[in-house]
């Protein structure tokens, strides 16, 4: 597989990519949905919730986190998470942007 060559597109293009990609597992939509619920969990409650193996959840966990969608602090022996507000709405911006610049054409909605 070849290099992505990302200086070829905008610094939106790119970020929207890095929140699609990390977006793009369905663990990581539970554990985001299970965030979003709670307003935050410790990782044990996420293993209990989900039913996936530790490993599994603390791998999708440091994902969110590095594109920074999550944060954790920790408490103790454990690491309580939850939805990072800043970056879930700059998310939120760069995603409506996009879905905005669409506009239908008249008629039934298919356009090919």
């Given at each position: ?6 200086n ?27 965030l ?19 490993a ?57």
């Open positions: 597989m070849g290099v992505t060559k990302s070829l597109f905008s610094s939106d293009q790119n970020k929207l990519a890095r929140l699609a990609k990390a977006l793009a597992h369905p663990a990581r939509i539970a554990i985001i949905q299970h979003l619920k709670t307003n935050t969990c410790v990782n044990s409650t996420l293993v209990q919730e989900l039913g996936l193996a530790q599994t959840i603390s791998q999708h966990l440091k994902e969110l986190k590095e594109i920074g969608i999550i944060q954790g602090t920790i408490e103790g022996a454990s690491i309580s998470y939850c939805i990072h507000t800043r970056k879930w709405e700059e998310m939120q911006k760069l995603l409506n942007e996009l879905f905005d610049t669409y506009q239908t054409s008249s008629g039934d909605g298919d356009c090919c």
